[in-house]
């Protein structure tokens, strides 16, 4: 009986045994599956990784063309800014210069002239132009003329030149 029973046993044990390898079997069968099925994700992500890669490589490449072309664009406005900046300089100079001849010349032209006809004309102006006409003048020559002048509009002149300069119209034309 315990022949039998050994017998039994490892009958048993046999079938087991097999049974474990079928089902190992089955189970490895799955586990290629498995194993394939992860492949060919890896290979998709590998895939859309290097499609990603590339995509940003070409936008990287195109936001660096823009900004060097901001960066051109920048350097030439910054450069025309100086040109016009330089020009400006330089007709201020020259518009200066014009109205320093201009306000000379004018100045000589008053001096030359004799008083009485300088008054006339200095009478006619608006109080500040004469006064800026007058403030050019050397002080003997504004004593001659004023003396040959109307004296409310002598003295409103005196008075804008007892501000002094910039002589500005404050409404008071004549």
């Given at each position: 009986?315990?022949?039998?029973?050994?017998?039994?046993?490892?009958?048993?044990?046999?079938?087991?045994?097999?049974?474990?390898?079928?089902?190992?079997?089955?189970r490895?069968?799955?586990?290629?599956?498995?194993?394939?099925?992860?492949?060919?994700?890896?290979?998709?992500?590998?895939?859309?990784k290097?499609?990603?890669?590339?995509?940003?490589?070409?936008?990287?490449?195109?936001?660096?063309?823009?900004?060097?072309?901001?960066?051109?664009?920048?350097a030439?406005?910054?450069?025309?800014?100086?040109?016009?900046?330089?020009?400006?300089?330089?007709?201020?100079?020259?518009?200066?210069?014009?109205?320093?001849?201009?306000?000379?010349?004018?100045?000589?032209?008053?001096?030359?002239?004799?008083?009485?006809?300088?008054?006339?004309?200095?009478?006619?102006?608006?109080?500040?132009?004469?006064?800026?006409?007058?403030?050019?003048?050397?002080s003997?020559?504004?004593?001659?003329?004023?003396?040959?002048?109307?004296?409310?509009?002598?003295?409103?002149?005196?008075?804008?030149?007892?501000?002094?300069?910039?002589?500005?119209?404050?409404?008071?034309t004549?």
């Amino acid at each position: 009986m315990k022949r039998l029973w050994i017998l039994v046993v490892g009958t048993l044990l046999c079938a087991d045994t097999i049974d474990c390898t079928k089902v190992f079997e089955e189970r490895r069968g799955e586990l290629l599956r498995e194993v394939e099925k992860i492949d060919e994700a890896r290979q998709s992500f590998e895939a859309l990784k290097a499609a990603t890669n590339a995509l940003f490589e070409k936008q990287k490449s195109a936001l660096k063309e823009k900004e060097n072309g901001i960066a051109k664009t920048k350097a030439e406005i910054e450069a025309k800014e100086k040109q016009i900046t330089l020009m400006l300089e330089e007709n201020k100079k020259l518009l200066d210069q014009v109205q320093a001849k201009k306000s000379d010349k004018l100045d000589e032209t008053y001096i030359k002239m004799k008083d009485a006809a300088a008054a006339a004309i200095i009478e006619k102006l608006p109080v500040h132009e004469g006064a800026a006409m007058m403030f050019g003048l050397p002080s003997k020559k504004v004593s001659q003329i004023m003396a040959k002048m109307n004296p409310q509009i002598a003295s409103e002149i005196m008075q804008q030149l007892k501000k002094g300069p910039p002589f500005v119209e404050n409404n008071q034309t004549k």
